[in-house]
């Protein structure tokens, strides 16, 4: 984990706990000072003290992976595959939400679903978050993430993004979906291309990508092997 304190011009090494891997980073912020949210295992560490000290505390265990963690004002809000935590301090100390098998809420089918996808915003004044499930169902949360609310919008496939701003919402599911009135209402803003193609390919290292990505014939690319290649994009 590396962290910065002046407008990104320069990186340092965060003294952390030997984890193989760190999955989500966020920061909370307090007042002028900033503090990391990471999660590493099925630990949820909050940094102690101000980013760059070193020092982080494990402030939430699970036992299943993490799937997003956001953060605004003094809310924070962390799903895993089935749960969904929520924090009003900073995320120093964390409520139980509701999970899909000890809840009343019907999170979208007869089977266990996943929580995929989470968005949290304050442009209002007030916090809104949205949750987005691989049933195809999102829900939505005044409450800073105690209790959730299913809104009217269903999907056929999962919700693997989701995004808001106020009132306007985004998803990401077989096309991506718009409402600008906080989920109530839903237009279709961007179709999803009729075909799509898997494929590998082997060239000359940075070329291949280059020359894939400024094809005439291709609509969009999801991924390419080469920074350049990609950058092509731009």
């Given at each position: 984990?590396?962290?910065?304190?002046?407008?990104?011009?320069?990186?340092?090494?965060?003294?952390?706990?030997?984890?193989?891997?760190?999955?989500?980073?966020?920061?909370?912020?307090?007042?002028?000072?900033?503090?990391?949210?990471?999660?590493?295992?099925?630990?949820?560490?909050?940094?102690?003290?101000?980013?760059?000290?070193?020092?982080?505390?494990?402030?939430?265990?699970?036992?299943?992976?993490?799937?997003?963690?956001?953060?605004?004002?003094?809310?924070?809000?962390?799903?895993?595959?089935?749960?969904?935590?929520?924090?009003?301090?900073?995320?120093?100390?964390?409520?139980?939400?509701?999970?899909?098998?000890?809840?009343?809420?019907?999170?979208?089918?007869?089977?266990?679903?996943?929580?995929?996808?989470?968005?949290?915003?304050?442009?209002?004044?007030?916090?809104?978050?949205?949750?987005?499930?691989?049933?195809?169902?999102?829900?939505?949360?005044?409450?800073?993430?105690?209790?959730?609310?299913?809104?009217?919008?269903?999907?056929?496939s999962p919700i693997n993004a989701i995004a808001s701003s106020a009132d306007t919402v985004m998803v990401a599911s077989d096309a991506v979906y718009l409402s600008e009135d906080g989920g109530i209402t839903w237009s279709v803003a961007v179709t999803s291309p009729e075909t799509v193609y898997y494929a590998?390919?082997?060239?000359?290292?940075?070329?291949?990508?280059?020359?894939?990505?400024?094809?005439?014939?291709?609509?969009?690319?999801?991924?390419?092997?080469?920074?350049?290649?990609?950058?092509?994009?731009?």
């Amino acid at each position: 984990l590396y962290s910065d304190g002046d407008d990104g011009s320069g990186f340092q090494l965060e003294i952390f706990p030997p984890f193989t891997f760190i999955n989500i980073v966020d920061i909370t912020a307090e007042g002028n000072n900033f503090y990391a949210l990471v999660t590493a295992e099925n630990n949820l560490w909050r940094s102690s003290g101000y980013i760059g000290d070193g020092d982080y505390q494990s402030v939430l265990n699970v036992t299943n992976h993490w799937m997003s963690i956001k953060s605004v004002a003094n809310v924070a809000i962390a799903i895993n595959s089935t749960h969904v935590y929520h924090s009003t301090t900073y995320g120093k100390g964390w409520a139980y939400g509701n999970d899909w098998a000890n809840s009343t809420i019907d999170w979208g089918g007869d089977e266990p679903v996943e929580l995929l996808s989470l968005a949290l915003d304050n442009e209002s004044g007030d916090v809104f978050a949205y949750i987005g499930t691989s049933a195809g169902t999102v829900f939505g949360s005044q409450d800073n993430g105690a209790t959730w609310t299913k809104l009217s919008f269903v999907s056929d496939s999962p919700i693997n993004a989701i995004a808001s701003s106020a009132d306007t919402v985004m998803v990401a599911s077989d096309a991506v979906y718009l409402s600008e009135d906080g989920g109530i209402t839903w237009s279709v803003a961007v179709t999803s291309p009729e075909t799509v193609y898997y494929a590998l390919l082997l060239g000359e290292g940075r070329i291949i990508g280059q020359q894939v990505a400024k094809h005439p014939a291709l609509r969009a690319i999801g991924f390419t092997g080469s920074r350049v290649g990609g950058r092509a994009l731009m």
